[in-house]
Each structure stands twice: as C-alpha cells, then as structure tokens.
C-alpha cells in the first residue's frame, strides 16, 4: 500500500509551512506530497495568511526536495487554459526531475469561482473531457510537429506543443463518483483512478464501474491504479485522537467512521479494509500542517506493517 500525504493549504498554511510538512513526508519515506487546488478558505476562521497557487507551490517543492513525488489532488479545469496548464505541469516536471502528477477534475467550490472572479460554468464536464485531450494531446505530439484542436471550448492553432514533461507518459489522476461518464473518462486518461471521502461501502462497486470501462475500451483494468483520499487522525492512544480531531475541528467516532482514525492498530484495521476492496494507494488527507509529529507516528508505526 503506497501512502501519500494530502493537504488543503486553502485553510490556513503558508508555503513554508507546506515546505516544512513537504519535507518531513520525504524523509520519513512517504511515497508523495500532494494539495488540493483551491483559491479560498472552506468555512469559518482565520483566513490568514491567504491561499497559495498550487503550481507555483508545486514548483517550489520541486527545487527544495529531491525524491517525493508532487501534485494536485485535484487542479480545476476552470482556473487554467490547457494550453497554459500543459506547459506549467511539464516545466514543474522538468524541476523535479521527473516527480510530478496531475490530478485533474471539473471544479466545484463555486464561491471561491465568485471571489476571484473565474466563470463557473453549470456544465463542466465538456470542458475537462476537452482539457484532457489537448494536455495529453500537447505532450504526445512529437517534436517538430505542430498540434491542433478545434472543440466546443478551446481552441488551439499550430501550436508547437513544448515544452516535454521528463516523464513519458506523466501520471494523471482522474477521480469521482459518477457511474458512467468518469468511469469512461478514467479508462480512456488517467495512470490513477482516486475515490476522494467516498462512502466506504461504495468503493468496491466503484471501482468495478471503472474496470468494466476499461474492458470496454480495450484497455486492461490492471494498468489502473486504485486509490482513495481519507482524512487522517491517528494517536498513539484515544487522547491523543482526541487531541488532534479537536485540532482539526471534528469527532473521534465520526473520523473512525469516515475517515482513517484512531491508534495505530486501529487505523491498520482499516488499511486492510481498503485494501480488501481492492486500493492500493491512500492519501491521508492532513489537515493541521502544523503538526509534524503526527507524520511521525504514521510513519514510525503504520508505514513499515504496510510497506
């Protein structure tokens, strides 16, 4: 079971706080860092210090790590032309050296839209599927050759589809509960298929929706990989869970319930549930960037039993 650290900077963390949390995850062994994409605060509090732009911060991280992997759990296609999108997401590569995935998704936190003053479109679902078929269009073409598009949304002339990410193909995640349209889209894009905070009795149907797509397109299920995003609140004993589902403004037996909480035997317990129902990949949602040493203890007594 690869783990992966997932964080929401939107609420409340600085770049050096994401550096400082960044940091920690690669030297404790942890398979990536990753963050969402958005651009304003979800609830009340502190809105300090203001959000950061996950590319940019993405391309930071790249030159001040050296071995984790990076990316966007998920980018929303109404924040970035794909054109513009495929040249940032393959220079950040080339920054890493090669460590980056793009998580890609429709969008829909419509007030931060609101706030910062970017069209929300009610129909979203084209203008991925769009954005999808030019970024990956852009990196497939070969060198010397030009690519074009024509569509319902964007449209692209001559273009000539530089730079290159370092890797060949670069990952992209693809996630959701739809029943049909995702599935499809999955099959047809993405190296990952994520569930995020899904209803752990779904899981399973979910991702038989999403191989049943793949064989429908010709496609082997098994070059999918399946993964989940689940908020993560683990104690060395029940006051210390408690301890950090205060910090992070929840209830122990509700983030039992929901998420991946509790002491270590316990947050073990529901590794092997997930992975029973076929993921092999699981970011922990961290949602106190502050708190470093719960990283320690995930990584000091969860990561070696599932490694």
Known sequence: ???????????????????????????????????????????????LPGPTDSWVTLAGLARETSTIRLGTLVSSATFRHPGLLAVQVAQVDAMSGGRVELGLGTGWFEQEHRACGVPFPARRFGMLEEQ????????????????????????????P???????????????????????RLAARFAAEYNQSFPEKSEIRHQIARVRAACEEAGRDPGDLVY?????????????????????IGR?????REHGLAGTPDEVLEGIAEMA??????????CLDMTDLEHLDLVAAEIMPEVS
Do not use: N
Request: charged share 25%.
């Open 1 to 47: 079971m690869d783990l992966r650290i997932f964080t929401e900077p939107q609420q409340g963390a600085s770049y050096d706080d994401q550096l400082a949390m960044a940091r920690r995850a690669e030297a404790l062994g942890f398979d990536a860092f990753f963050r969402s994409d958005h651009f304003l605060r979800m609830g009340d509090g502190d809105p």
């Open 227 to 247: 993964s989940a995003a689940f908020v993560a609140c683990v104690g060395a004993d029940e006051a210390e869970v408690t301890r950090r589902a205060d910090a």
């Open 161 to 183: 589809a530089l730079p290159k990410p370092v890797q060949d193909p670069l990952p992209i995640i693809i996630g959701g509960g739809g029943p049909r349209r995702t599935p």
């Open 132 to 159: 999808l078929e030019i970024v990956t269009g852009l990196w497939a073409t070969p060198v010397g050759e030009t690519f074009d598009h024509s569509g319902e949304h964007y449209r692209l002339e001559h273009s």
């Open 251 to 255: 209830e122990p037996d509700e983030l």
């Open 276 to 285: 029973e129902l076929g993921i092999s990949r699981l970011y922990l949602q």
